[in-house]
């Protein structure tokens, strides 16, 4: 079993639905984070949470929300879904150490027509 | 703002060569290094992470790091087909979160 695990894997939804992308982790780890991968875009940070009660701002929150239901679950909100949030989406979660690494989920590939 | 800067590639090697990837770095605070391998449509898996300066060995993977020159590099000895991928580097300043390069694709041929 993954230690990082995100549902969907695929998704196809039209513009402006809600949509909903989850994270979960067995790794035990606090930190959590959301990226989207864009070709020729490399990684960019969504939201990311350094535990349960805390939630921060990545370079690239606008039009996107995220819930941090427990140390262990992380979600990704498209509040109103358009064509250019089409994109590979990531989780990821690091242990708090300061010379942690990310550890990445499979990824959601979210396409928005 | 924190950069990662890599050459896009792709870099072409035949098999059997050592692969060289380079990663500059504007933060000279950066304090840990980590190289990603990402296979087209897949996860970036970490292979490497340094940090302190000078080289890092572990199996065909050689990491390197200069903080002076805020430089970081990969070699990849003996290259395989396998190793086709783009590759992530990726900087840490303390307990902030990384920042991602680009990536380099690497193509191996036979």
Same mark, same amino acid.
């Given at each position: 079993d993954a230690d990082v695990t995100q549902t969907p894997r695929n998704r196809i939804t039209k513009t402006g639905k809600r949509i909903m992308l989850e994270c979960s982790q067995t790794k035990g780890h606090d930190r959590m984070y959301w990226y989207r991968q864009d070709p020729g875009l490399g990684l960019r940070l969504i939201y990311y949470s350094f535990d349960v009660k805390d939630i921060n701002k990545g370079e690239i929150s606008d039009g996107y929300s995220v819930s941090r239901q427990a140390q262990a679950k992380f979600s990704l909100s498209l509040e109103s879904a358009i064509p250019n949030q089409t994109a590979l989406y990531f989780c990821a979660t690091s242990a708090r150490e300061r010379n942690s690494p990310l550890h990445f989920g499979n990824g959601t590939r979210l396409t928005v027509t | 703002q924190k950069e990662v800067e890599q050459n @896009?590639? =792709?870099?072409s090697v035949p098999e059997g060569a050592i692969a060289s990837l380079n990663c500059t770095y504007s933060d000279r605070g950066s304090q840990s290094f980590f190289w990603y391998r990402q296979y087209s449509g897949k996860s970036p898996e970490l292979i490497m992470s340094i940090y302190s300066n000078g080289d890092k060995e572990d199996g065909r993977f050689t990491a390197q790091l200069n903080k002076a020159s805020q430089y970081v590099s990969l070699l990849i000895r *003996? @290259?395989? =087909? @396998? *190793? @086709?991928a783009t590759y992530l580097c990726a900087v840490k300043l303390g307990y902030s979160t990384l920042t991602f390069g680009k990536g380099t694709m690497l193509l191996v041929s036979p």
């Open positions: - | @896009s590639g =792709p870099l *003996d @290259s395989q =087909p @396998s *190793d @086709s």
